[in-house]
């Protein structure tokens, strides 16, 4: 039975720097059992710092980090085995087939490899690619390949999942098949935190939206919160008010008319 007052996540005070430049500025968040976080922000904001940071991909942060009640810093890496993850750019290791790249990560996160492989087939087949089970990665169309990280991030069922533009590539119906899938494992008490710059899935996907500009946070709540706060319309609309944005039409209006400069 999850205990949904027990904290997923907990970021206390979390501040990261590159060189100096201060990328997080003492972020302090909470997260709990079966929420879907829509994490947002401009281009450079520090969402995928932050992730990489939860992960234990990127050290040298200040602050704490806990995910399930461990500190990260603790040198235990043993939360990892509940954590799910879709990277923006993966490195598939695409000479294997998804058999085998399937069957590996499973190992990796600790499954026996019969099991792995069993239930990477099953979930192939949900997605009509049982045909290409057998062959090598290299071969699939993008969105092929995104089906296979996706199924690669859940095939241990984890408790806590990272997602950083998932549906990249998909066509319309695997996106609804996603969508549904995420919110069917946030009823069981799954975790999911869900980084895009896709606005209109955000907003239909979050039960949390936060919004992340210049390292801090600037917004957190349902989307029904940021609306009544914002007295803006769509989570865009909220987006573009809060970090500050309204030149888009001048912008493009300039940049069009350098595309056309000695044009016909
Ligand atoms: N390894 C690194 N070394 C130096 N600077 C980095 C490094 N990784 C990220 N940065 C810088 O940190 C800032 C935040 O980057 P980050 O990738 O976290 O942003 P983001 O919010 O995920 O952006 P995007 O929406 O474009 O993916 C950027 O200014 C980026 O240039």
Same mark, same amino acid.
């Given at each position: 039975m999850v205990n949904q007052d027990e904290k997923i996540l907990s970021l206390s005070n979390l501040s990261m720097s590159y060189g100096g430049d201060p990328v997080? %500025?003492? #972020?302090?968040?909470?997260? /709990?059992?079966?929420?879907? +976080?829509? /994490?947002?922000?401009?281009?450079?904001?520090? %969402?995928?710092?932050?992730?990489? +940071?939860?992960?234990?991909?990127?050290?040298?942060y200040n602050g704490k980090v806990e995910i399930f009640g461990q500190d990260i810093a603790d040198g235990d890496p043993s939360y990892k085995q509940k954590i799910? /993850?879709?990277p923006e750019n993966a490195e #598939? /290791?695409?000479?294997?087939?998804?058999?085998?790249?399937?069957?590996?990560?499973?190992?990796m996160y600790g499954m026996d490899p019969e099991?792995?492989?069993?239930?990477?087939?099953?979930?192939?087949d949900k997605f009509e690619m049982r045909g290409v089970f057998h062959t090598k990665i290299s071969s699939f169309s993008k969105g092929m390949k995104q089906k296979v990280l996706i199924i690669s991030s859940?095939?241990?069922?984890?408790?806590?999942?990272?997602?950083?533009?998932?549906?990249?590539?998909?066509?319309?119906?695997?996106?609804?098949?996603? %969508?549904? +899938?995420l919110?069917?494992?946030?009823a069981e008490g799954k975790t999911i935190f869900y980084s895009s710059h896709i606005m209109e899935v955000v907003e239909k996907i979050s039960s949390r939206?936060?919004?992340?500009?210049?390292?801090? #946070?600037v917004a957190d709540g349902t989307f029904a919160e940021l609306q009544a706060k914002n007295e803006?319309?769509?989570?865009?609309?909220?987006?573009?008010?809060?970090?500050?944005?309204?030149?888009?039409?001048?912008?493009?209006?300039?940049?069009?008319?350098?595309v056309r400069e000695g044009g016909s």
């Open positions: 997080l %500025k003492w #972020i302090d968040l909470d997260v /709990y059992p079966g929420q879907i +976080i829509g /994490y947002i922000g401009p281009n450079g904001a520090g %969402k995928s710092t932050t992730v990489k +940071i939860m992960l234990g991909l990127v050290g040298g799910g /993850y879709v #598939i /290791y695409d000479n294997l087939t998804a058999c085998e790249y399937l069957t590996f990560t499973g190992e099991t792995a492989e069993r239930k990477a087939l099953l979930l192939l859940l095939l241990h069922d984890p408790d806590l999942l990272f997602l950083d533009e998932p549906l990249s590539g998909l066509d319309a119906n695997s996106v609804m098949i996603i %969508k549904e +899938i919110a069917q494992l946030a939206i936060v919004l992340l500009a210049d390292g801090k #946070i803006e319309g769509t989570l865009e609309e909220i987006f573009n008010q809060l970090t500050g944005f309204n030149e888009h039409r001048e912008i493009a209006k300039s940049f069009v008319s350098i």
